[in-house]
């Protein structure tokens, strides 16, 4: 087993007593009588990272849909941004990064095309069948969707990851269809908390995308930062751009106000995040889990300064009537491709038809609504608009 690169703490999650994987089946590597160097968490990071899924959040929407410019967000510049912060963490509280790493990047793997706007609708769409709810879709992928290995389905995860990723908000009092069978088969403990490593991939996603929406705002022409100047953390900043360096070009801004909104959440959140884990004490891991609290969080100052700005970008970014209009267009984008396809079922790919051997026309409603919702979710922004393009164009039949 490769030693660690720093020294972890207690609480960390250490790697020799990782629970294992669902399936013990050895790395390729070690099956044609090599050696794999790495820990099983860098091998959870790297299947993520080769996995079509994830291949796939390049052209799926963080805020603005993929042909509005090409410097915004996707989801996939979002998860790589997750896992840096997650990363640098980490290493200062001395916790397993490569774990934490892998949690990152996953975490977002079940997301529609178009944001939370297309899961919405398809959510809205499935309601008489149980909804749809892209953390649960994560782990479907995980466990089910992804046909990469010849020997399993999914990704064959350790059981810290999938954890991780399924509870990485916290504990799962309200548990759905895909998670109860996961925990069934590989007990998650849905009632703790996640190991540290989750706890501050989920703190980072909350750095990430509020400082980088910011940055995305007002690159687009929906922010002033001069309509910031009031706010907590950015109005700060920007008054001290100002008076450092007079007016300064929308690139050089955008880039000091966001790399120095991270820095202070990052900063508070491991300042008290080492408070907490001193008040507590945890001897491991699983004492990190039970502690009845998050031991990763942000101050009382800091978490009120953060949803202060998450408001201001609720009105300001997120319901502007721009990004209303496109919300607008995906949402019936997402309900008229569902509604056809479980009208009529032939019109989806070839490939599709049949799950498990079986014809979709023979499957359930249930089970039918859930299968349609695995070929929309795993649509690209790009892809949904084509074949909605080929669907409902009363242009030439054949393309």
């Not at 649960?136 to 290995?149: A, D, F, G, S, V």
């Amino acid at each position: 087993m490769p030693m660690p690169l720093i020294d972890l703490a207690a609480y960390a999650t250490h790697v020799d007593d990782s629970r294992g994987r669902l399936l013990d089946i050895p790395s390729a590597s070690v099956e044609i009588g090599g050696y794999d160097p790495r820990s099983p968490f860098q091998r959870d990071r790297d299947r993520i990272i080769h996995c079509s899924a994830f291949r796939r959040l390049k052209h799926k929407t963080q805020v603005f849909i993929y042909h509005e410019g090409d410097y915004f967000r996707t989801r996939l510049t979002h998860s790589l941004e997750v896992a840096q912060i997650t990363r640098a963490i980490c290493r200062q509280l001395r916790l397993d990064d490569d774990l934490a790493e892998a949690i990152a990047l996953a975490h977002d793997l079940g997301h529609t095309p178009f944001g939370h706007a297309g899961e919405t609708e398809l959510d809205d769409a499935m309601r008489d069948v149980g909804g749809f709810d892209h953390n649960e879709q994560t782990i479907r992928i995980l466990t089910k969707l992804e046909h990469c290995y010849a020997d399993f389905d999914g990704l064959n995860l350790t059981w810290e990851s999938l954890e991780g990723i399924v509870k990485h908000n916290g504990p799962d009092a309200d548990p759905r269809p895909t998670v109860i069978a996961l925990d069934q088969a590989f007990s998650l403990d849905l009632n703790s908390y996640a190991s540290l490593e989750a706890q501050v991939a989920a703190l980072s996603d909350d750095i990430a995308y509020i400082s980088h929406d910011c940055d995305d705002g007002i690159r687009a022409g929906l922010l002033d930062p001069d309509a910031m100047l009031d706010l907590p953390l950015a109005g700060p900043i920007l008054t001290d751009l100002k008076s450092r360096y007079g007016t300064l070009e929308t690139s050089r801004l955008v880039h000091e106000l966001t790399r120095r909104l991270i820095s202070l959440a990052v900063s508070d959140l491991v300042e008290e995040s080492l408070r907490r884990l001193n008040d507590h004490a945890p001897k491991s891991a699983d004492d990190a889990r039970h502690a009845g609290r998050p031991l990763i969080g942000f101050s009382d100052q800091m978490a009120k300064d953060l949803e202060v700005m998450r408001g201001f970008l609720f009105t300001a970014v997120w319901r502007h009537y721009k990004v209303n209009r496109m919300t607008s267009k995906a949402k019936r984008v997402m309900r008229q491709l569902y509604d056809l396809f479980m009208a009529q079922t032939n019109t989806l790919p070839q490939d599709w038809q049949m799950v498990d051997g079986t014809p979709i026309l023979d499957l359930s409603h249930a089970d039918r609504a859930r299968h349609v919702a695995d070929y929309l979710a795993s649509m690209t922004d790009r892809y949904a608009m084509m074949e909605y393009e080929r669907l409902f164009d009363l242009g030439p039949i054949l393309r």
